[in-house]
T-cell receptor
Framework: SQQGEEDPQALSIQEGENATMNCSYKTSINNLQWYRQNSGRGLVHLILIRSNEREKHSGRLRVTLDTSKKSSSLLITASRAADTASYFCATAQYGNNRLAFGKGNQVVVIP | DVKVTQSSRYLVKRTGEKVFLECVQDMDHENMFWYRQDPGLGLRLIYFSYDVKMKEKGDIPEGYSVSREKKERFSLILESASTNQTSMYLC???????????FGPGTRLTVT
């Protein structure tokens, strides 16, 4: 199955700065999703962008999708210490509810 | 509020033991999933189920089996635990009509 791959793997920023993460994938998708995982906990869904959408916003989150390059980016604006977590992208193909997850991107926001 | 619960947060078992990990969701979701998460490998799908009594293999089913006798409950079974099954196990659910998955808090299993 295909997998998303996030880049960079680890990011350390000051509170108030923006954090950007990228994800690439290999095959056609129905949608791409981003999840957050706080240390030792389950994943929490953040945002979903469909293959016919190019950009989506939710609060301080902005996601873009470029299907021609098979890539997506997640931008967190005005980061807070509470944003410290691992962030995963996941892709869904047409016809099923399975997700293929990337390896995760650790973000540390320094107060 | 949507909820997925897992039977244990931490579990320590011995090699060769039979291990049951239980997952319960209260959202009437049709689909349920079991993943394992290991450092550097991300989440890998073990098994999933589209409906009661239905199951399908994911990417790494070897050494595991599952049971779904009721819609809200999805069990992962390690028939004979081995040390390479030490991992974080995550359960998730979703409905047929949406793609967002709801995750439980995870079970950190250590096999000694």
């Amino acid at each position: 199955s295909q997998q998303g791959e996030e880049d960079p793997q680890a990011l350390s920023i000051q509170e108030g700065e923006n954090a950007t993460m990228n994800c690439s994938y290999k095959t056609s998708i129905n949608n791409l999703q981003w999840y957050r995982q706080n240390s030792g906990r389950g994943l929490v869904h953040l945002i979903l962008i469909r293959s016919n959408e190019r950009e989506k916003h939710s609060g301080r989150l902005r996601v873009t999708l470029d299907t021609s390059k098979k890539s997506s980016s997640l931008l967190i604006t005005a980061s807070r210490a509470a944003d410290t977590a691992s962030y995963f992208c996941a892709t869904a193909q047409y016809g099923n509810n399975r997700l293929a997850f990337g390896k995760g991107n650790q973000v540390v926001v320094i107060p | 509020d949507v909820k997925v619960t897992q039977s244990s947060r931490y579990l320590v078992k011995r090699t060769g033991e039979k291990v049951f990990l239980e997952c319960v969701q209260d959202m009437d979701h049709e689909n349920m999933f079991w993943y394992r998460q290991d450092p550097g490998l991300g989440l890998r799908l073990i098994y999933f189920s589209y409906d009661v009594k239905m199951k399908e293999k994911g990417d790494i089913p070897e050494g595991y089996s599952v049971s779904r006798e009721k819609k809200e409950r999805f069990s992962l079974i390690l028939e004979s635990a081995s040390t390479n099954q030490t991992s974080m196990y995550l359960c998730a659910s979703t409905s047929h009509s949406t793609y967002e998955q709801y995750f439980g808090p995870g079970t950190r299993l250590t096999v000694t």
